[in-house]
Nanobody, 130 residues
């Protein structure tokens, strides 16, 4: 029910905005903790940003804090990941995912990879050239 898009090839220092769209009229982002994850070749998957839209709780990995921003558009039932000042180390396949948690501690744990996610979107490739 989730679909990530917006990836591409960009030079270092550039920006991209990823979108995570929920299909189906019954899916409400307010009911879930949302995570943006990435996986680079040969590396483990890591969370880069997590958020509870209904409660306004947001977390960022240290590696992206200050450069990435998670947001949402209620009218489009879409969650975004705005990525700025991209670095070659940001190259990865990016995924959005959702799990039925909402409290600040749960969102923090989500970003530590402690939950089995209920929904995973198909990933989108981000490639940052130096």
């Amino acid at each position: 029910q989730l679909q990530a898009s917006g990836g591409g090839l960009v030079q270092a220092g550039g920006s991209l905005r990823l979108s995570c769209v929920a299909s189906g009229s019954t899916f409400d982002f307010d009911d879930y903790g949302i995570g943006w994850f990435r996986q680079a070749p040969g590396k483990e998957r890591e969370a880069v940003s997590c958020f509870s839209r209904g409660d306004g709780i947001t977390y960022y990995a240290d590696s992206v804090r200050g450069r990435f921003t998670i947001s949402s558009d209620y009218t489009k039932n879409t969650v975004y990941l705005q990525m700025s000042r991209l670095e070659p180390e940001d190259t990865a396949v990016y995924y959005c995912a959702a799990v039925g948690v909402k409290t600040p501690d749960q969102i923090r744990r989500l970003c530590r990879g402690e939950y089995d996610m209920d929904y995973w979107g198909r990933g989108t490739q981000v490639t940052v050239s130096s």
